[in-house]
């Protein structure tokens, strides 16, 4: 899969955490997520994009939970999918928790891409080179 289409995918994705149903969009939009605290949403599905079998994927995300407990880190699940519902991934949505150390977990779980946002600004981090994107949440039903 190239670089273009990777990253097609994880822009066009609806992230969903906390009863919270966004999109990415370049528009500012005024919407504040999880009370303008610092998050990330991270994954450990399918690495590298490649799918996997699901008690697979169960057991990377179970291994995730475990590092996100083990650092005494707040979070609640969270899920990632394509508009068309044919891509899911199960994931967390962690609370007050800085950008490396967000990324390090993207990588440690073979990610591309992690979120990562504060307030009205979210940002597709790329776990390869650290890259951020800048963009604004718009919140879907």
Not at 30 to 41: C, D, P, S, Y
Not at 65 to 88: H, R
């Amino acid at each position: 899969m190239s670089a273009e289409t990777v990253a097609a995918l994880y822009h066009s994705a609806i992230y969903k955490a906390d009863g919270i149903a966004f999109v990415l969009t370049e528009q500012p939009t005024g919407v504040v997520l999880f009370e303008g605290r610092k998050f990330a949403i991270i994954t450990a599905h399918n690495p590298q994009s490649e799918p996997l079998p699901e008690k697979e994927n169960r057991q990377r995300n179970k291994a995730l939970e475990q590092d996100l407990m083990s650092d005494s880190l707040e979070y609640t699940f969270s899920i990632g999918e394509s508009p068309d519902g044919t891509w899911v991934e199960e994931g967390f949505a962690v609370f007050d928790l800085e950008l490396e150390k967000a990324l390090k977990l993207g990588r440690k779980y073979g990610q591309h891409a992690i979120l990562w946002g504060e307030g009205e600004k979210v940002y597709l981090a790329w776990c390869d080179t650290g890259k951020l994107e800048w963009f604004y949440p718009l919140e879907v039903k």
